[in-house]
Structures are given as structure tokens and as C-alpha cells.
């Protein structure tokens, strides 16, 4: 069965930052685009980065200069590497295997594998 954990959240200072890591398993990791989406209270799904098996990348306009999403295929790993972290960052985190090989795809608790999630809150 394909699995997705996440870890690596919690409550960060404005300015701080975190890592997010994503532990893949039940497929090839190595052949498959990934996306960290998120969800802040009362909005709606928003992916924010986009890794393709080749480890190309996108971001979204919003985390651009601050996010970087990389993949370690050995380790079955994905990781989000957030700085500068502002309070309009706080969701909480997913790591995302979309149903298509796509930079397009739009994200949607109906389609893909998801992770549990991580909790980001950003506040002082």
C-alpha cells in the first residue's frame, strides 16, 4: 500500500524556519511527481511545491525565494526546506502523490495518495 508521513512541524517565530520531511513507501518513489500542498483554517487546498522525478521544480508565487522542495530517491524521502516563515504560512502541511505526471494538476482530497499531514503554525 502506498504510505506518506510527514513530519517536521510545529510553532515557529515570524522570520524562522523548519524543515519538512515526507517518507514514502508501498512504490517508486524515484518515478513519481510529488507536491506539498496546504491547508490553512477556513481556506482551501493550495499546493505550494512541485517536484517532478527528475527533481524539477515549481513554487508557488507565495513561497518563491523562501521554500526549497528537494528529494532523496534512495531514502524515499521528500523534504520542504521553509525560511523566513511568516504567520500567513500556518496550514497544515501535506505531502501529495498526484494521480498524473503533472505541473498542473489541481490539488484534491479525491485523487492521489496524501499524508496525514504536519502541523506549520507561525506565531509569536
Known amino acids: 500500500d502506498v504510505q506518506l508521513v510527514e513530519s517536521g512541524g510545529g510553532l515557529v517565530q515570524p522570520g524562522g524556519s523548519l524543515r519538512l520531511s515526507c517518507a514514502a513507501s508501498?512504490?517508486?518513489?524515484?518515478?513519481?511527481?510529488m507536491y506539498w500542498v496546504r491547508q490553512a483554517p477556513g481556506k482551501g487546498l493550495e499546493w505550494v511545491s512541485i517536484?517532478?522525478?527528475?527533481?524539477?521544480?515549481s513554487y508557488d508565487d507565495s513561497v518563491k525565494g523562501r521554500f526549497t522542495i528537494s528529494r532523496d530517491n534512495a531514502k524515499n524521502t521528500m523534504y520542504l526546506q521553509m525560511n523566513s516563515l511568516k504567520p500567513e504560512d500556518t496550514a497544515v502541511y501535506y505531502c501529495?502523490?498526484?494521480?498524473?505526471?503533472?505541473?498542473?494538476?489541481?490539488?484534491?482530497?479525491?485523487?492521489?495518495?496524501w499524508g496525514q499531514g504536519t502541523q506549520v503554525t507561525v506565531s509569536s
Open positions: 501529495v502523490r498526484p494521480p498524473i505526471w503533472s505541473w498542473t494538476w489541481v490539488p484534491s482530497r479525491k485523487e492521489g495518495y
Open positions: 508501498g512504490f517508486t518513489f524515484s518515478d513519481h511527481f
Open positions: 517536484i517532478s522525478d527528475g527533481g524539477t521544480t
